[in-house]
């Protein structure tokens, strides 16, 4: 018998940084504008890469208009990416954004998570691409944006990256400057950690703070940041720790 490991295995068990960012109220563009917001969308994250020493030319990119979703490679430095690439894309989305009229004015919202990611038929399949669009949708991290006028970028990144990266304060993270959220979307539940460069988390926090669910003691109270989803008739635990005790109630 072969001892070499099957294929199709490695492959569903890899893991990826999954990124996404997405431009404010893109809507409301005409088409001419639309095209230049997409161009430059991606010249600003190009150039976030490039002066953070990433190889963009080796992500795996998904244009969706508004915005870009990426696979970025499995030898990615994950502190360099929560660290330098967010700063610097925070500067390049300044830089492109002086001394323009509102209307001209490009903002950012960003979701970052890790995890399985597969390519698929349609794009990437996988719960890492489920998470970060449902991070990158949030209602706190629009209402965050909204509301810090001051800002061009506001990041969301998912609590396996804030307890495994964030906490370790590489790349000059500061784990004080991000401040938790409850993210309920569709059939996922769970926390991210959002943070605004050159903001406070006193700024963030009461845009962030939202009504626990009902019934049950919460993840918060019990210290427990474990993630359930529902999945096709089913649940997938996510995270460490025991998160038995709140399964019905996903379930119901």
Not at 55 to 72: I, K, M, S
Not at 119 to 141: D, E, H, M
Not at 176 to 187: L, S, W
Request: net charge negative; proline share 6%; aromatic share 6%.
């Amino acid at each position: 018998m072969s001892s070499q490991p099957d294929t199709q295995a490695q492959e569903i068990i890899t893991r990826h940084l999954c990124m996404a960012a997405d431009v404010e109220k893109y809507s409301r563009l005409d088409t001419l504008s639309q095209g230049v917001f997409q161009t430059d969308l991606v010249r600003v994250l190009e150039e976030a890469a490039v002066l953070s020493g990433l190889d963009r030319t080796a992500w795996a990119r998904q244009p969706q208009g508004d915005q870009e979703f990426a696979v970025l490679p499995p030898a990615t430095p994950e502190p360099v990416v929560l660290g330098a690439f967010v700063r610097n894309l925070a500067v390049q989305l300044g830089e492109r954004n002086a001394n323009r009229a509102e209307g001209d004015r490009m903002r950012l919202r960003l979701a970052i998570d890790i995890g399985v990611a597969r390519t698929a038929a349609l794009g990437y399949s996988g719960p890492a691409p489920i998470a970060v669009a449902r991070y990158l949708n949030s209602p706190q991290l629009k209402r965050v944006l909204e509301a810090l006028d001051s800002t061009d970028l506001v990041v969301i990144v998912s609590d396996r990256l804030y307890q495994d990266v964030v906490r370790l304060r590489g790349e000059g993270l500061d784990p004080q400057q991000y401040v938790r959220a409850h993210i309920r979307q569709k059939e996922f539940n769970g926390y991210g950690w959002i943070h605004v460069p050159e903001h406070g988390p006193e700024e963030l926090r009461p845009l962030v703070v939202d009504p626990e669910p009902e019934g049950g003691e919460t993840a918060a109270a019990t210290g427990h940041t474990n993630r359930v989803e529902r999945i096709d008739g089913g649940v997938v635990h996510f995270g460490s720790g025991d998160a038995a005790s709140t399964m019905n109630k996903y379930l119901r």
